[in-house]
């Protein structure tokens, strides 16, 4: 399947060519060319044309793309025409910033529920939520059809709530923890290092010194 | 300048194989294949030749890298061959997350301090850092020598605060808020919208089903 080349770094420019799609029809425009994509995002406009270009033909030459056609394109390619239910185990200062988070909702990331087995945490509110035992994971992940599940537990526990979660019925494993998982080939797992960041800061400032 | 060219993805691949290469170290490996390191952290060997290419030649035809100097080479190309000094602008759950997160200092960015404006959070401590009035931002910055702000702040107050870091001297400037924020074209910018990792999981989701 073609789909499975397409590099990351693709992946995460069409997700932020949909925001400025989202921005342009907030403003009422209706059509838009991939040079003025390149220029509200910061990339070269061949850049646009060749990531668009993985997922056929979009745009009319010398016209450019509709807006709204375009943004539901790259919504649905993206997995973004629905919701996802996620829940999230670890209820520490992670944890509970990302159950928190606005730009999950926005974006059909549905926070449904958050574990933990610190027995200060458990009933705490964040939100909407109540911090639940860890228990009840099995049972949270069948009864909220809970697609992701987003790990910021310590090292040590992370294989173990992967496991379970997979066991359970979890599809995608967002990996906060400094521990590589194992998850079997059906399973869809992502590891975020947010020192990475820093890192293409740091490489910045030393390239304009 | 050429290096003013090197696609972000590649920086960002560039500090994901200096972990591996590290890791390698620590198992007492003196060289690697481009093969090697592809396989070790899941890209081509043609997309791990290209991207040390940017940088000139490292290798030796049929006999590969030396781990160690091209460790060396990698860690001195992002800026990692010193520590940088970071100071957090707003305490709430994702700043003290970042306050008290392990892998900033493993790769050499040391939190120096955590501003806010709150008054319930003004004195409370995280790991050895207190939080202290934003009021003090200024000499903050200077007496630490910070190169690096990150901003956690409401969107309302992330250019404001932003504009304080940079006129007392902050070179880069890592965005956590929503707000899209506007600096001088000597100070570096990065955007972290967090929901793009949920949104590379949904692709492969989709891809997968």
Do not use: C
């Not at 399947?1 to 989202?22: C, D, G, N």
């Not at 993985?54 to 649905?76: A, C, N, P, Q, S």
């Not at 490489?203 to 304009?208: L, T």
């Amino acid at each position: 399947m073609k789909a499975f080349k397409i590099p990351e770094a693709t992946v995460q420019r069409l997700s932020i060519y949909s925001r400025y799609l989202h921005q342009l029809m907030g403003e009422g425009e209706d059509t838009v060319s991939s040079g003025q994509i390149a220029r509200g995002v910061g990339v070269s406009s061949a850049q646009v044309r060749k990531d668009l270009a993985y997922f056929g033909e979009f745009g009319t030459r010398g016209v450019g793309y509709k807006v709204d056609e375009l943004y539901g394109y790259l919504m649905e390619i993206l997995g973004l025409d629905h919701e996802w239910n996620v829940i999230i185990i670890g209820a520490g200062k992670l944890g509970s910033a990302l159950a928190l988070y606005q730009g999950f909702r926005e974006r059909g990331f549905v926070v449904k529920a958050i574990l933990d087995v610190a027995e200060n945490k458990i009933g705490s509110t964040l939100g909407q939520l109540r911090v639940e035992p860890l228990d009840v994971l099995e049972k949270r992940v069948k009864e909220y059809d809970i697609h992701v599940g987003v790990v910021t537990v310590p090292a040590q526990e992370a294989q173990k709530v992967t496991d379970q979660m997979i066991q359970a019925g979890v599809k995608a494993i967002l990996n906060f923890s400094p521990r590589v998982l194992k998850v079997p080939h059906d399973v869809v797992l992502r590891n975020v290092d947010l020192s990475v960041n820093l890192e293409v800061l740091s490489f910045n400032m030393v390239q304009y010194k």
